[in-house]
């Protein structure tokens, strides 16, 4: 952690992108709290001039609050959803209110969220509000044009996305989550920001009250009201990767090594691990069965859902608390849902993998 805080002190996100095509993987939430990050946002290498005022906005604010002209999108390697493939300058924006969502396809979080923007979008574009995607890939393969444009004919999104593949505009917004919102008033002025999911009801109401100062006689439509269903914090297994760029929650015995090497289950998975069984080849991007069939074991708590994001082609074989299923992976990497609920659930998932696909992290909700 402390080596990224000092990438970003030196202002090196395009540099460590070259290096390692998806270093910023799995690392939201540590840099929200991690001490050294948060002083290398703040104190020289990611602030500029375009964007200093922005921590004047409080993250999920009740009220509108003011924090500096919003940052401009830059670095963008493609646009989609615009007319030829035109660009988004935010100011050819002035006079309407913009809603900026920074999002990943195959992150579960912006997944949830998604709906919400999608549904303020369709509701209030002819009201005067613009939303511009600003897709900032987690993983390598997501910076993939097709991978990206799958993921938003998947998610209904009709709105222009930039792909930000080298994150230079997440940079210079001093962006640290997936996903995150920022809500600019018809002056380009930054007015609220949110963090990661929840808070739909306060930035609809904000966004109305934006577009109501914008234009006092525009007619606004009934508030959407889609069901907010953030997981409370705490309630879930955090998020499980297999890459060794951002191994996380590994319980076996053995050391979680590059290369191909053979694993088996410990005699008991502590909660909220996962652990390997047969030959397996790791990488920085995951893990794949070296030949015929491996398993990987999960010990998990839901709240609403647990999914696996997957690559490659083949049929997985999930045991999911005793019950089979199975899941046809081909196309782009992709997130699966492995199991449904509704409260919460401990349990164990077991899936058998073929040599053909790989297994890159776990979700939960």
């Keep these: 952690m402390l080596a990224l805080a000092v990438g970003l002190v030196f202002n090196l996100p395009a ?19 991690s001490d050294e990050v948060r002083d290398a946002l703040d104190l020289g290498g990611l602030v500029n ?26 670095g963008i390697t493609t646009w ?24 990943t396809y195959a992150c579960i979080n912006c997944q949830r969220s998604l709906p919400h923007i999608t549904a303020w979008d369709e509701a ?15 993983y390598a393969f997501e910076k993939e044009q097709r991978n990206v444009e799958q993921g938003i004919a998947n998610f209904g999104i009709d709105y222009p996305v930039g792909m930000d593949n080298s994150l ?38 904000l966004l ?20 907010d269903e953030t997981p409370e914090v705490g309630a879930t297994t955090p998020e499980s990767y297999l890459g060794l760029g951002k191994e996380v929650n590994f319980g076996g015995d053995e050391d979680y090594a590059s290369g191909a090497n053979d694993y088996a289950y410990p005699r008991e998975l502590a909660r909220d691990t996962f652990a390997l069984d047969g030959g397996w080849t790791l990488d920085f991007q995951g893990a794949t069965p070296t030949a015929g069939r491996a398993g990987v074991k999960l010990a998990y708590t ?48 077991e899936l058998r993998v073929p040599a053909g696909v790989t297994v890159f992290s776990f979700t939960f909700g």
């Design 80 to 103: 989609l959803n615009t007319p030829d493939g035109e660009g988004i300058d935010l100011g050819d924006l002035r006079g309407q209110v913009v809603l900026i969502d920074f999002w």
């Design 302 to 349: 839901a709240t609403q859902e647990v999914r696996v994001v997957l690559g490659g082609s083949g049929t997985v074989v999930a045991t999911v608390d005793g019950k089979r299923v199975e899941l046809t992976v081909s196309g782009s990497p992709d997130s699966y849902r492995l199991l449904r609920v509704d409260g919460s659930r401990t349990g164990e998932i």
């Design 49 to 74: 001039e375009q964007n200093k005022d922005l921590d004047r906005c409080s993250n999920g604010g009740q009220e509108l609050e003011s924090c500096g002209t919003a940052p401009d999108i830059r």
């Design 208 to 227: 109305r009250e934006l577009l109501l100062s914008a234009d006092p006689d525009v007619v606004l439509p009934e508030p959407t009201g889609l069901l």
């Design 168 to 205: 230079s505009t997440w940079t210079n917004y001093r962006n640290r989550y997936w996903p995150a919102s920022y809500l600019l008033d018809a002056d380009g002025v930054v007015r609220h920001i949110t963090f990661g999911e929840g808070g739909y009801e306060t930035t609809e109401r």
């Design 15 to 33: 540099l460590l992108q070259r290096l390692v095509p998806d270093y910023t993987g799995g690392v939201q939430q540590q840099l929200a709290d």
């Design 124 to 138: 209030y574009r002819d009201a005067g509000l613009r939303v511009v995607g600003i897709h900032s890939p987690e």
